[in-house]
């Protein structure tokens, strides 16, 4: 074996362990994504919160919580894990709505719901369900262009999407609606 070779494999040796001890220790803490130019970071984080809504009145009229959020200041928009939201109208009329994600776009108002997302009348107990919703806190409207299951009591109704005037406690359920009903009494 020539003095060329073993210096060139002696080489490849020495850089395989040192890329292996690189990969064992890491970069020194460096976050590569502090690295890229368009990532955004976080301006604020919250951890178990709650804030209320009142109108002209004084009543109460809207409630956010949500067990994580990370507020982001140049899109003015607000990630949230498990976030919950309870609208009322100063008539004791409510409608709650959970899910496992959402985000909140501040400007506009939107509330964006994603994954085992439940919209419910708090007075007649039906409930919406869905894996994304969207909910324009400004217009008390709820919108999902994916697939819901209505259910009350023992009826249920399916639909590819929804809209929901939660002011007027109205539900449009479009397009392909299927029911079930179940009589009640005999």
């Known amino acids: 074996m020539g003095g060329g070779k073993r210096t060139w494999l002696l080489a490849a040796v020495l850089a395989s362990l040192a890329l292996w001890y690189w990969s064992l220790v890491g970069d020194g803490g460096i976050d590569r994504t502090l690295l890229q130019g368009d990532a955004e970071l976080v301006q604020t984080y919250l951890l178990d ?3 209320m809504s009142f109108a002209e009145d004084g009543a109460l009229a809207e409630v956010m919580e949500a067990e994580r959020i990370e507020h982001f200041a140049r899109e ?3 990630e949230l894990e498990q976030p919950r939201f309870y609208s009322h109208d100063g008539n004791n009329r409510t409608w709650s709505a959970r899910s496992e994600q959402g985000r909140l776009e501040h400007p506009g108002g939107l ?3 994603r994954r085992d997302v439940v919209l419910s009348n708090d007075q007649s107990g039906g409930t919406l369900q869905a894996e994304a919703m969207t909910l324009n806190l ?3 409207t709820a919108r999902s262009q994916v697939a819901v299951t209505a259910q009350l009591g023992g009826n249920i109704l399916r639909a590819d999407g929804m809209f929901t005037d939660l002011a007027n406690e109205t539900i449009l359920l479009q397009p392909n609606v299927e029911g079930i009903y179940v009589p009640t009494g005999s």
């Open 111 to 113: 509330l964006i719901l």
């Open 76 to 78: 003015n928009v607000s």
């Open 138 to 140: 400004r217009l008390r």
């Open 49 to 51: 919160t709650r804030s």
